[in-house]
C-alpha cells in the first residue's frame, strides 16, 4: 500500500513540473529604440525668383565746371533671377552650396533738369538697363524637420558682374515738352562688384531625394561704374542695388535615402 501511495505522489508532481513547463511564456522582447542617421551627402539645386530691385541712388560728373550731381530721379524696374548650383548636406543642421545666378534685364529710367542746348530750363529723360550675374559661396542652418518641412537660415557672399547697357540721355524744354535737344548714348560698363545675401525659407519633401524650396533671399550688390563720358557729362556711378527676392525651387540629393537605424535585437534565451 505505501508503495503504491509513493508512486501516485511521484505521478503528480511530475505532472505537474511538466504542465508548468508547457505553460510558461517568455516575457516580450524589449522594444528598441529607434535611431536616425545623420543627413550628408552632394545635392544639386535649380530656382527661379522674381526679383524686386531698389537702385540706392545714381550720380554723374557734370560740366562746364565738372561737379557731381545727383539724379534727381532714378528708378529700377522689377524682374526675374533664374539660378543653378551644386551644394554638400554636411549634417542634419548644415549645409553649404555654390550657386550662379542670372538677374533678368531690368529698365532703368532717371530725369534731371538744368539747361539744355534749346533752352535754359530742361527736363532730360535718361534711359537704360541693367543685368547681372551673381557667383555667391552660402551656408544654411537647417533648423528642424516637422513633418514633410524643414525651416532654414542661410547667408552668403560673393561678386555680382553687373551689366549697365547704354545711357540714352533726351532733353527737352520743361516749359514744352515738344522743343527737345537732340538725344545721345553714353555707353554702359560691366564690372565684378561684392555681394552678400541673406536667405530664409523651408524645404518641402517630395520624395526621399527630392526637395522644393521656397523661400525669402536679400542681396546687396555694392554700388560701382554705371555709364561713361559724352556730351559734357559723366561718367556715371550708381550707389548699389538691393534686391528682394521671393524664390522657388528644387533640390536633388545623391547616395541613396535616408533610413531608420534600429540595433539588433539579442535572440531570446529559455530556461
Known sequence: MKTILIGAVAAMLG??????????????????????????????RGDVGYAATDLRGARFYQGPGRYMRDFDRADLDDTYALGVG????????????LTLDYLGEADFEGSTTGACGVAADCTSRDTAAISGWSLMANAYVDIGTYGAFTPYVGAGIGGTRVSWDKLRNTSCETG????????????GRDKWRFTYALMAGTAIDLTCNLK???????????????FGYNANS?????DGIYIHEARA????SFGGCQEAYIPPVEPAVYK
Do not use: K
Open 15 to 44: 505532472g505537474t513540473a511538466i504542465s508548468a513547463a508547457d505553460l510558461y511564456e517568455p516575457p516580450p522582447p524589449v522594444e528598441q529604440p529607434v535611431e536616425y542617421v545623420e543627413a550628408s551627402g552632394w545635392y544639386l
Open 86 to 97: 551644386v551644394g554638400y548636406q554636411v549634417n542634419n543642421y548644415l549645409r553649404t552650396d
Open 176 to 187: 514744352d515738352p515738344s522743343n527737345c535737344d537732340d538725344s545721345f548714348d553714353h555707353s
Open 212 to 226: 522644393a524650396d521656397v523661400g525669402y533671399r536679400f542681396r546687396n550688390v555694392l554700388g560701382g561704374d554705371m
Open 234 to 238: 559723366g561718367p556715371g556711378y550708381d
Open 249 to 252: 525651387g528644387l533640390r536633388y
